[in-house]
């Protein structure tokens, strides 16, 4: 069975761009074993791999430095948002694409919730502080007048 293989054949292996046991064309092979192949389905070349590899070592190597990068996310956040508000979020504006926002206004969004204008990205970002850490959202955006003219 193991010397079966040879270039340009078929061989199942992992693929590590559709994350799947698919067929693979081989497209080099060292001690009659595929040692490089081509994913049949996405044409991506890479390493042979019978099966699934690796995906044990990154999941448990992760979650220190992510949880402790959202601690600090988290107090940075948290500290911006008494300085600025008092706790005080009845002047919250309501996010929308189409709104015009100057940095530290209190805005908040229907999913990631309430955050602060950290600084304005030219010509119609804004880099915004959310309690999960800071995103880039669009502001000053109008659509209608554009998608008219998609349209027609
Ligand atoms: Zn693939």
């Known amino acids: 069975m193991s010397n079966d293989y040879s270039v340009s054949g078929n061989v199942d292996g992992w693929c590590t761009k559709c994350k799947l046991l698919l067929a693979h064309t081989i497209i080099a092979m060292a001690n009659n074993m595929p040692v490089k192949v081509k994913c049949n389905t996405c044409n991506s070349s890479h390493k042979f791999r019978p099966k699934q590899s690796g995906i044990s070592k990154p999941r448990a190597a992760k979650p220190k430095s ?84 998609l349209a027609t």
């Open 66 to 149: 992510s949880a402790r990068k959202v601690k600090t996310q988290e107090a940075n956040y948290n500290d911006y948002m008494s300085r600025l508000t008092d706790y005080d979020l009845t002047r919250v504006k309501i996010y929308s694409m189409d709104g015009s926002y100057k940095k530290d206004e209190i805005i908040e969004h229907f999913k990631f919730g309430v955050g602060i204008v950290l600084s304005l990205i030219p010509t119609n970002k804004i880099e915004m502080l959310f309690k999960d850490g800071p995103r880039v959202l669009v502001h000053n955006t109008v659509l209608g007048p554009n998608q008219n003219y």
